[in-house]
């Protein structure tokens, strides 16, 4: 379990910086932004085609702690880690908490109906 916010973003960090690695030799250079949330759902969809399950999970993390990495940048926030090992950032002002690895999770099962495009767009807004 960890418990310390340095090690959560860490492990945020260490995971966005694979994915960026991963996408760059897939031809996607990824910079913390919303306009690279399609490329990321269409590579999801790619991983998930494969039907290689241990790949889909690693994948539906690293995409979640990107796109919340993502959002913390633009708006704020702070990671924190659930004793069974959920991620969730924290937003400032808000007071909410949102679940970004949860939710591509989600896109992955129903993509049609959870984008992640969507979901980025709204929380922007409300901030």
């Known amino acids: 379990m960890m418990n310390s916010k340095n090690s959560v973003q860490d492990a945020i960090d260490r995971a966005c910086a694979k994915l960026e690695l991963t ?3 897939m031809g996607v250079n990824l910079a ?8 990321l759902e269409e590579v999801l969809l790619a991983v998930r085609d494969i039907g290689d ?7 539906s993390f690293m995409v ?9 940048r ?3 926030g702070q990671w924190a880690m659930s004793a069974d090992g959920v991620a969730s950032l924290q937003l400032p002002n808000q007071g ?3 679940f970004p690895v949860e939710k591509v999770r989600k896109f992955i099962q129903n993509p049609e109906g959870e984008s992640l ?3 980025a767009q709204a929380l922007l807004a409300r901030s």
């Open 53 to 59: 399950e241990s790949a889909l999970s690693g994948a």
């Open 74 to 76: 633009m708006i704020g």
């Open 96 to 98: 909410d908490k949102i």
């Open 23 to 25: 996408a760059r030799g």
């Open 32 to 39: 913390f932004t919303t306009s690279n949330i399609p490329e």
């Open 64 to 72: 979640g702690a990107y796109i919340g990495e993502t959002l913390r």
């Open 117 to 119: 495009v969507f979901y």
